[in-house]
């Protein structure tokens, strides 16, 4: 196969996806799935046999199916602790935190901490930071300071969060072991969190409030669901089994157990009327316009589109693997390469072009990881410093990507363009920076480029 006849399927895949998704605004997965279709149709021309493409396209499934497997159960889980209480507690507690001087470092901490346990910047940004959005109007404070603020820290959990799917589509892409990524993760997140931190609070304190306006959603909250720390349970029963590496599945089934428990036993919710909800959805009617917006939850049936670009993403994927067709076109490219850090900043490069190109953050995740870990196991580097790379560049940087379906979301929902809030995204815009910056660090104290074990106290055990 010529490096023209492989460069077809890519720049097939791509085209699509743009025109689909940020030309026609329609759903990614319709142009994945084409794609996938119109590539089998070109390998089997090009000498590819049928059982050969489609064991291809099984095992491309196969890797990226624990991946689909968390999406779902945290769309079901999500919904079940809307019932429960569970969510509107936690923005309960978070908004009774705030105080008017310190708004745009609570807001990212607030909403990172709701990305955390939810694992979805979408769900963060859909909860606590339309909330905290109205808040901060309310305040009569200047609009994107305060999205900008929301949006790191919804990709806070995104990146991070040991329910979040990305972070598991990372690991399993990456052939890393998601407990230990976790840590790994943290040498490099930390630093960028602390100072997005102290960069909302420089940035906050020459705005001043001009409206004393509490949110009312505070007493909707207590009225509807009389918050408790117990209804705090799931979400803690849920980081303790994580960290503790307890198998996913059990992590996902205690979450849901305790929060079905707590909606029966302490709301009085009919156990099949809790089961129903999370597969079909969850449309309070609190009487509350606002908090039944807030609440509303798609439930599994929501996820039914995620779930088909991923399996079809994963069955390309596969497809391109076995013909070779990202080592006929990257493989010039990385012959070229030098050291740790020119390969770090082609994966970074590389991630943020199929961001860009494919509107798609799985993909920003799936073709670097697939297309540069083999170099990276050439190189004897782990597969934890390629999950983190990439975790650290394209992954987080498609919510300020215009036109990417996550970045049109969080415009949506929080009222501000992209253009507008993305200067003021600290967290996503400073993370590769420090990414690449801690990575040297590491680099140098190992005193070499073999890719032995970086000696830092954390790492000792693992």
């Given at each position: 196969?010529?490096?023209?006849?492989?460069?077809?399927?890519?720049v097939?895949t791509?085209?699509?996806?743009?025109?689909?998704?940020a030309?026609?605004?329609?759903p990614?997965?319709?142009?994945?799935?084409?794609?996938t279709?119109?590539?089998?149709?070109?390998?089997?021309?090009?000498?590819?046999?049928p059982h050969?493409?489609?064991?291809?396209?099984?095992a491309?499934?196969?890797?990226?199916?624990?991946?689909?497997?968390?999406t779902?159960?945290?769309?079901?889980?999500?919904?079940?602790?809307?019932?429960?209480?569970?969510?509107?507690?936690l923005?309960?507690?978070?908004?009774?935190?705030?105080?008017?001087?310190?708004?745009?470092?609570?807001?990212?901490?607030l909403?990172?901490?709701?990305?955390?346990?939810?694992?979805?910047?979408?769900?963060?940004?859909?909860?606590?930071?339309?909330?905290?959005?109205?808040?901060?109007?309310?305040l009569g404070?200047p609009?994107a300071?305060?999205?900008g603020?929301?949006?790191?820290?919804?990709?806070?959990?995104?990146?991070?969060?040991?329910?979040?799917g990305?972070?598991?589509?990372?690991?399993?892409?990456?052939?890393s072991?998601?407990?230990?990524?976790?840590?790994?993760?943290?040498?490099?997140?930390?630093?960028?969190?602390?100072?997005?931190?102290?960069?909302y609070?420089?940035?906050?304190?020459?705005?001043?409030?001009?409206?004393?306006t509490?949110s009312p959603?505070?007493?909707?909250?207590?009225?509807?669901?009389?918050p408790?720390?117990?209804l705090?349970?799931?979400?803690?029963?849920?980081i303790?089994?994580?960290?503790l590496?307890?198998?996913?599945?059990?992590?996902?089934a205690?979450?849901?157990v305790?929060?079905?428990?707590?909606?029966v036993?302490?709301?009085g919710?009919?156990?099949?009327?809790?089961?129903?909800?999370?597969?079909?959805?969850?449309?309070?009617?609190t009487?509350?316009t606002?908090?039944?917006?807030?609440?509303?939850?798609?439930?599994?049936?929501?996820?039914?589109?995620?779930?088909?670009?991923?399996?079809?993403?994963?069955?390309?994927n596969?497809?391109?693997?076995?013909a070779?067709?990202?080592?006929?076109?990257?493989?010039?490219?990385?012959?070229?390469?030098?050291?740790e850090?020119?390969?770090?900043?082609a994966t970074?490069?590389?991630?943020?072009?199929?961001?860009?190109?494919?509107?798609?953050q799985?993909?920003?995740?799936?073709?670097?990881?697939?297309?540069?870990l083999?170099?990276?196991?050439?190189r004897?580097?782990?597969?934890?410093?390629?999950?983190?790379?990439?975790?650290?560049?394209g992954?987080i940087?498609?919510?300020?990507?215009?036109?990417?379906g996550?970045s049109?979301?969080?415009?949506?929902?929080?009222g501000?363009?992209?253009?507008?809030?993305?200067?003021?995204a600290f967290?996503?815009l400073?993370?590769?920076?420090?990414?690449?910056?801690?990575?040297?660090?590491?680099s140098?104290?190992?005193?070499s480029?073999?890719g032995?074990?970086?000696?830092?106290?954390?790492?000792r055990?693992?």
């Open positions: 196969m010529t490096g023209r006849q492989a460069a077809f399927p890519v097939l791509a085209a699509s996806l743009f025109c689909t998704v030309i026609f605004r329609s990614a997965y319709q142009a994945m799935l084409f794609s279709g119109a590539t089998w149709v070109f390998l089997y021309r090009h000498g590819r046999k050969q493409l489609y064991k291809a396209s099984l491309g499934m196969k890797a990226i199916w624990p991946v689909v497997f968390v779902l159960m945290l769309a079901f889980m999500t919904t079940v602790w809307m019932n429960s209480g569970t969510i509107p507690s923005m309960y507690y978070g908004l009774k935190s705030i105080n008017p001087r310190f708004i745009l470092p609570l807001c990212f901490v909403t990172s901490a709701t990305s955390m346990v939810l694992g979805s910047a979408t769900g963060a940004i859909s909860t606590m930071g339309v909330v905290l959005m109205g808040v901060a109007r309310g404070l609009a300071p305060v999205a603020a929301i949006v790191s820290g919804g990709i806070v959990g995104d990146r991070s969060s040991l329910t979040s990305q972070f598991h589509l990372v690991a399993a892409m990456t052939s072991d998601p407990a230990l990524n976790f840590y790994r993760f943290m040498f490099t997140g930390l630093p960028c969190f602390v100072l997005s931190v102290l960069g609070c420089w940035t906050g304190r020459s705005m001043h409030v001009t409206q004393a509490s959603i505070l007493p909707a909250i207590q009225e509807v669901f009389h408790s720390l117990l705090l349970l799931p979400p803690v029963l849920l303790g089994l994580s960290l590496k307890i198998p996913l599945k059990w992590v996902f205690s979450g849901i305790s929060g079905a428990v707590l909606a036993w302490i709301r919710v009919r156990l099949s009327s809790v089961i129903l909800d999370g597969f079909i959805g969850y449309d309070p009617d009487g509350f606002l908090l039944d917006q807030l609440l509303k939850s798609g439930g599994l049936r929501s996820t039914i589109e995620l779930a088909t670009l991923l399996l079809s993403a994963g069955a390309l596969g497809m391109l693997e076995e070779g067709v990202v080592d006929q076109l990257l493989g010039n490219g990385l012959r070229s390469i030098r050291g850090i020119q390969l770090r900043l970074m490069g590389l991630s943020t072009l199929v961001a860009v190109v494919s509107c798609s799985s993909l920003a995740v799936i073709v670097p990881a697939r297309a540069l083999p170099e990276y196991q050439k004897r580097l782990s597969g934890w410093d390629l999950a983190r790379v990439i975790d650290d560049s992954a940087l498609t919510i300020v990507i215009p036109w990417t996550i049109v979301m969080a415009s949506l929902m929080l501000v363009s992209t253009w507008e809030y993305t200067r003021y967290y996503v400073l993370q590769p920076v420090v990414s690449l910056l801690i990575s040297q660090l590491e140098a104290r190992r005193g480029s073999d032995a074990r970086i000696r830092f106290p954390l790492y055990g693992l």
